[in-house]
């Protein structure tokens, strides 16, 4: 059951460019929403994240986006670096759950020079 | 910068054995979490442990698991026999609070053989 869905595998982007990395979520009792990036061989390291209450949250090149009604959030990395190169992980939690993370397959970005 | 630490880093066992993951949450958290990824799949929540017990787990968390925290440092999973398919990376995580940013360790690699 795929409550979480990050439906492109992988991404391609340019050195300064913008990357925009979509997630789509079915369960509307979701309600705290992360990214985690992670390289090969290590732990998932956490990006950035967003409460229900918002629809925005900013932390430096890092943007999160949270659209309610579309059930959909996206993340903004903008410009774009060669070390943002790893796989991005969306992740969700209901409030009630024991805060477990249901976790997208996740997008592999790749920002070439 | 506080960290997850989880060893060993990589563990190969028998099937039908027993193994014990060990980790070391960041010290003033208070929930603790174990995850998987099996090769080519998503992390997958397995359990979460707050204030001495298990608040939430997973159907994966089957009666062949257990978690511990011996003292007041150490967040332990335990295997009790060993099946091919629990070869994965399993991953620590802690957090400060409910709703707030889970922090993962490096992982360690288990190999069923």
């Known amino acids: 059951d795929q409550q979480v869905k990050q439906n492109s595998p992988s991404l391609s982007v340019q050195e300064g460019r913008i990357s925009i990395l979509n997630c789509d979520y079915t369960?509307?009792?979701?309600?705290?929403f992360l990214w985690y990036k992670k390289y090969p061989a290590e732990g998932p390291t956490f990006l950035i994240s967003?409460?229900?209450?918002?629809d925005k949250n900013e932390d430096g090149r890092f943007t999160v986006f949270l659209n309610k009604s579309a059930k959909h959030l996206s993340l903004h990395i903008v410009p774009s670096q060669p070390g943002d190169s790893a796989v991005y992980f969306c992740?969700?939690?209901?409030?009630?759950?024991?805060?477990?993370?249901?976790f997208g397959k996740g997008t592999s970005l790749l920002v070439t020079p | 910068e506080p960290e997850v630490t989880q060893t060993p880093s990589h563990q190969v066992t028998q099937m039908g054995q027993e193994v014990i993951l060990r980790c070391v949450p960041i010290?003033?958290?208070?929930?603790f979490y174990w995850y998987r990824q099996i090769l080519g799949q998503k992390v997958e929540f397995l359990v979460s442990?707050?204030?001495?017990?298990?608040?939430?787990k997973s159907e994966i968390f089957d009666d062949q698991f257990s978690v511990e925290r011996p003292d007041g440092s150490n967040f332990t999973l335990k295997i009790r026999s060993t099946k091919l398919e629990d070869s994965a990376m399993y991953f620590c995580?802690?957090?400060?609070?409910?709703?707030?940013?889970?922090?993962f360790g490096q992982g360690t690699r288990l190999t069923v053989v």
């Open positions: 995580a802690s957090s400060e609070g409910g709703n707030t940013e889970a922090f």
């Open positions: 442990f707050y204030n001495n017990e298990i608040s939430e």
């Open positions: 967003i409460s229900s209450i918002k």
């Open positions: 369960n509307s009792m979701f309600d705290y």
């Open positions: 992740a969700a939690s209901p409030q009630d759950s024991g805060y477990a993370l249901n």
């Open positions: 010290s003033n958290h208070l929930y």
